[in-house]
């Protein structure tokens, strides 16, 4: 649009608070749609003022849900434009409509296909489960532990910890070589 191009590269009045339009065609950090943000920023603050509002949160939160909500609304609008059929001309709007219902359709099947197997894997019956936990207890005892633990009462009994550290990078390759190593070559170790 004209008015973008005259905001972004001139010095044209940028967007009005009455009739804001978002550039879909760019992402949210062009001048034009940044601005906009602003604009929306301004208008909750001076809601949040006006009435109330019993939480206050910062700008960059504010600002964060305003971003995803503008790529959201891109995603929607870049799915609803018309592509390119297979004869190599563009979606009529008919089309393009029965593409998105198709497609609409298509994610309404796949959610209540999910809901339906979480909810029949519900029914599933726990008994195994707690029958087990029964034996164990009874096996445990009333105080929790078995007669081979019964004898470190009054000992202090170190516990180690296993630690998982991302920044380190996985050796299990490397481990599996040196165990390899040490059962076919059981003389050297």
Not at 40 to 52: K, P, S
Not at 177 to 188: E, G, K, P, T, Y
């Amino acid at each position: 649009r004209e008015d973008v191009y005259s905001y972004e590269y001139e010095d044209g009045p940028g967007p009005d608070l009455k009739n804001l339009a978002f550039d879909t065609k760019n992402r949210s950090k062009t001048p034009w749609n940044s601005r906009i943000i602003d604009l929306l920023l301004g208008e909750l603050r001076r809601r949040g003022d006006e009435e109330r509002w019993p939480f206050a949160r910062s700008e960059a939160y504010f600002r964060k849900i305003l971003r995803d909500r503008y790529k959201r609304l891109r995603t929607v609008w870049t799915c609803a434009q018309p592509k390119v059929t297979a004869k190599g001309v563009l979606e009529t709007p008919a089309e393009v409509e029965e593409r998105l219902i198709a497609k609409k359709d298509e994610l309404l099947k796949v959610t209540r296909q999910t809901t339906r197997r979480r909810n029949t894997d519900d029914k599933e019956e726990d008994l195994p489960a707690w029958q087990w936990l029964q034996q164990l207890v009874k096996t445990l005892g009333e105080c929790g532990m078995s007669s081979e633990e019964s004898d470190l009462e009054n000992d202090i009994e170190t516990v180690l910890r296993v630690k998982n550290m991302v920044w380190r990078r996985a050796v299990e390759r490397e481990l599996d070589i040196v165990d390899h190593q040490r059962l076919a070559d059981d003389d050297i170790f």
